[in-house]
């Protein structure tokens, strides 16, 4: 798994982005690449910014007991897979802006760093260590990214 928090992981992840394509075609799913790209993104603007609503205290008490240990364990997410509503991109979508915002995420997560993320509220799971919100980040872009071929 890459360490989001070292460039040299970074930008090998921004490799991997700058092989898709408009058109691109997915080995599973429904997403085009803009779709799934936006999709991507919708974690770190839940990390970064205040435009999704927080879960109320029961939904948050599920997410935690349920959804945790998937998102930031070790098994990799299963294709087709579940995912919560604000993650749904069902629109049409601009592929070169959701690729620039995106790439521009992981940038600024890396340049955050670990030691900000440590122990750093999420939207939905309480406070995570740096370790768990590397495999947030990380296993779910490579499941997207894996999704498409690159």
Same mark, same amino acid.
């Given at each position: 798994?890459?360490?989001i +928090? &070292?460039? *040299? &992981? =970074?930008q090998?992840?921004? /490799? ?6 408009? &058109? ?5 799913? !429904?997403?085009?690449s803009?779709?799934?790209? #936006?999709?991507? =993104?919708? #974690?770190? /603007?839940?990390?970064?910014?205040? !435009? ?5 205290? =029961?939904?948050? +008490? ?9 998102v ?6 299963p %294709?087709?897979?579940?995912? #919560?509503p604000?993650?749904?991109i069902?629109? $049409?979508r /601009?592929? $070169? *802006?959701?690729? !620039?915002r995106l790439?521009d ?5 890396q !340049?955050?760093?670990?030691?900000e +993320?440590?122990?750093? $509220?999420?939207?939905?799971?309480? %406070?995570?260590?740096? $370790?768990?919100?590397?495999?947030l ?9 894996? *999704?498409f071929?690159?």
């Open positions: 798994m890459k360490n +928090f &070292d460039a *040299q &992981d =970074v090998s992840l921004v /490799d991997r982005i700058n092989q898709l394509q408009p &058109d691109t075609v997915p080995q599973w799913g !429904k997403m085009n803009g779709q799934m790209l #936006a999709h991507c =993104v919708v #974690a770190y /603007d839940m990390t970064f910014t205040d !435009k999704y609503p927080r879960p109320n205290a =029961v939904a948050r +008490f599920f997410i935690k007991m349920l959804a945790k240990p998937q930031v364990g070790p098994k990799p997410y %294709k087709n897979g579940r995912t #919560a604000q993650f749904i069902s629109d $049409e /601009d592929f $070169e *802006q959701e690729k !620039k790439i995420y992981l940038w600024k997560t !340049k955050v760093g670990a030691t +993320f440590n122990n750093r $509220e999420s939207h939905a799971m309480g %406070k995570l260590t740096s $370790e768990e919100w590397n495999v980040f990380s296993k779910h872009l490579d499941h997207h990214l894996t *999704q071929g690159v």
